[in-house]
């Protein structure tokens, strides 16, 4: 397949994980007044059972890469289950599920925050000044005020700070060696084992509906997972991640025609800021992708002198033997 080929496949693939994240959403709502944990938990138990038979049929099976990746996993899997509780509870008490997606799409913001602790990069500019856009977008949706109102849009703003921690942690992760598809299945695992205890004592019976609405929440995760993952097979992310905010306007439609969820105007005002910060980002490492391609290589001459080591007399002075 042609590389224009590979890229609109992995288009395709992306836009379906925006859709079953979407979906994801607006099920976790439709399940209705249930105790929190009791929904986190279906989200990944149907997703460490699926992970899990894929992992018997392969070779490695469940042979996680090194022991330096196990403290990455750790945190990864902690950190990525405190968001999605703050995800789910932002989306059971937000007035819209499109402002919780929004809120969680804030990650890959986050993600460049964090990757200066974690991986010790140097933003540049132009990248700090779209996380910045991006925030004041992001406080339009949140809608700052001194009442209890404002504590489902802070988790939700939280969320997406807990998923940027977590993709960084997944960035590492894969810089070790470690397989993607053990990534979902250590998170998944480690949430289901967390929460089980906790659902059993908060467990409310449920209706054959809510059951139903659980099941598809955690079918639905389950597809955006693989989904992703292979959009990523296709396509470098710096190419098609943007294309994973349509989950905003899946979550926007989905919550008009079935909840009747209508946002606010200072909400699609964030949501056009956020996402515009988002285009710009990813608008400039496009940029910069192809700057790179076009530049000239280095001459032999040039190469070959690059090789020779300095004179002594041509060293800089050690600052230690002043």
């Known amino acids: 397949m042609t590389t224009a080929g590979k890229k609109g496949l992995g288009i395709l693939f992306i836009l379906g994980a925006a859709l079953c994240f979407a979906l994801m959403n607006l099920f976790v709502n439709m399940a209705g007044d249930l105790p929190l944990f009791q929904k986190v938990f279906f989200r990944n138990g149907i997703t460490v059972v699926v992970v899990g038979i894929m992992l018997c049929f392969q070779k490695q099976h469940f042979r996680i890469r090194s022991r330096a990746c196990i403290p990455w996993h750790f945190l990864r899997s902690a950190i990525g289950l405190l968001g999605v509780i703050l995800n789910f509870y932002a989306i059971d008490h937000i007035g819209s599920i499109s402002d919780a997606s929004i809120l ?124 992703i993952t292979a959009a990523y097979r296709q396509a470098p992310a710096k190419e098609i991640a943007v294309f994973d905010y349509m989950q905003v306007f899946f979550a926007a439609i989905l919550g008009y025609f079935i909840l009747d969820q209508i946002p606010e105007l200072l909400s699609i005002v964030g949501y056009v800021i956020i996402i515009g910060a988002a285009v710009g980002q990813w608008a400039y490492h496009l940029v910069l992708a192809r700057r790179r391609e076009h530049a000239p290589a280095p001459s032999a001459e040039a190469t070959a002198a690059d090789m020779v080591p300095p004179s002594p007399a041509e060293s800089p002075p050690d600052k230690h033997s002043e």
């Open 104 to 227: 969680n799409k804030l990650s890959p913001f986050f993600a460049i925050l964090f990757s200066v602790f974690l991986l010790r990069e140097k933003p540049r500019i132009p990248e700090i000044i779209f996380v910045l856009i991006a925030f004041a977008g992001a406080m339009c949706v949140v809608n700052p005020r001194f009442d209890m109102a404002v504590i489902p849009a802070i988790a939700g703003f939280l969320s997406g700070a807990c998923a940027g921690i977590a993709y960084t942690c997944v960035r590492i992760l894969g810089t070790k060696g470690e397989r993607g598809i053990m990534t979902v299945f250590c998170f998944a695992a480690f949430s289901t084992v967390v929460t089980l205890p906790v659902m059993i004592v908060t467990y409310e019976p449920m209706t054959g509906m809510q059951l139903l609405y659980l099941l598809l929440a955690g079918a639905a995760a389950t597809g955006g997972q693989f989904c």
